[in-house]
């Protein structure tokens, strides 16, 4: 099991430029989060998928943030344009999808935007 | 709705000492409870979970929580402080039944545990 797979490590990028996160999930599970995670305010649910369907998107801090789930072993959350403010890191995390079951996470991106 | 308090930002014990890092959480149905644990520059990892079975879990490296229904607390414990537990710590509640497919995970702003030599 290789676990949550998130790519680039780290990231860093201009004011103004686009920037695409990349997830691949633990294989079998029907579950993807993805998270921020900021000293200021902590750890922060962004958008889940089940079954590659968008549920919740209410995290989603503004347009400028969009995330897919074309199938289900690959998510992209996009930022475009991104700004100083979003620097932060950006975890995915994926489940089995019942209400108790836990969240595996991968090494997330450190995202820095200059 | 469902929510999670860790009372503590910020812990400090001597290597050897036992672990308190409190939670309690609010819910309005049986929980399922978790402890996830982060080291420095790693994603999160899964210490142990109460999903209404035994109300004492024993968790990875030595850790355990008693699910306490009468107190709404989770709290996380270990007998004797390792250095290498030096971490974050998240209290989380899941939001939904067991039976729900939802899966969305509340967590608690976390503890710092700093373990001194």
């Known amino acids: 099991d290789a676990g949550v797979i998130q790519s680039p490590r780290h990231e860093v990028t201009e004011m103004g430029q686009e920037v695409t996160l990349r997830c691949k999930p633990i294989?079998?599970?029907?579950?993807l989060f993805w998270y921020r995670q900021t000293m200021m305010r902590g750890l922060e649910l962004l958008i889940y998928f089940n079954n590659n369907v968008p549920i919740d998107d209410s995290g989603m801090p503004e347009d400028r943030f969009s995330a897919k789930m074309p199938n289900a072993s690959f998510s992209t959350l996009k930022i475009q344009p991104s700004e100083p403010r979003d620097s932060a890191v950006y975890f995915c995390a994926s489940s089995t999808g019942t209400g108790g079951s836990p969240l595996h996470f991968g090494n997330g991106t450190r995202l820095t935007v200059t | 709705a469902q929510s999670v308090t860790q009372l503590d930002s910020h812990v400090s014990v001597s290597e050897g000492t036992p672990v308190l890092l409190r939670c309690n959480y609010s819910s309005s149905y049986s929980p399922s409870l978790f402890w996830y644990v982060q080291h420095p520059n790693k994603g999160l990892q899964l210490l142990l979970k109460?999903?209404?079975?035994?109300?004492l879990v024993k968790g990875i490296n030595g850790f355990e929580a008693e699910f306490k229904k009468s107190e709404t607390s989770f709290h996380l414990t270990k007998p004797s402080a390792h250095m290498s537990d030096a971490a974050e710590y998240f209290c989380v509640v899941s939001d939904a039944p067991g039976s729900s497919n939802t899966g969305k995970l509340i967590f608690g702003q976390g503890t710092t545990l700093q373990v001194k030599p």
């Open positions: 294989s079998g599970h029907n579950s």
């Open positions: 109460y999903t209404s079975a035994a109300t």
